[in-house]
Nanobody, 122 residues
């Protein structure tokens, strides 16, 4: 049974930083890719950061590249998203995601989703 639990969201001022955590009930090594999606008010969910678990290769959307960093706890159960230089446009619900197979560039659908954690930039 896979369960992902996000934490670390909150309210932060423009230019500030937050670190989100995603606790998996199973070891991260069981997944091929993990990552973070977000849903801004009135918009569809979008992928912001992904990581290939075996190779540590990372992928970012253009809107967060250079500001966000996704990392994993090697041989552990936690995924992180360090968010720096936050902007108003980063206000969203952030979801941790994972999958067991798929393309090595981590594109495509994800089968496991957390409940989300809210980030508000004011």
């Amino acid at each position: 049974h896979v369960q992902l639990v996000e934490s670390g969201g909150g309210t932060v001022q423009v230019g500030g930083a937050l670190r989100l955590s995603c606790e998996s009930f199973t070891y991260i090594r069981e997944f091929s890719c993990m990552g973070w999606f977000r849903q801004r008010p009135g918009q569809e969910r979008e992928a912001v950061a992904k990581i290939h678990v075996d190779t540590d290769s990372t992928y970012y959307s253009d809107s967060v590249k250079g500001r966000f960093t996704v990392t994993q706890e090697k041989r552990g159960k936690t995924l992180y998203l360090q968010m720096n230089d936050l902007k108003y446009a980063d206000t969203a619900m952030y979801y941790c995601v994972a999958r067991r197979a798929g393309r090595v560039d981590c594109t495509g659908d994800y089968e496991y989703w957390g409940e989300g954690t809210q980030v508000t930039v004011s």
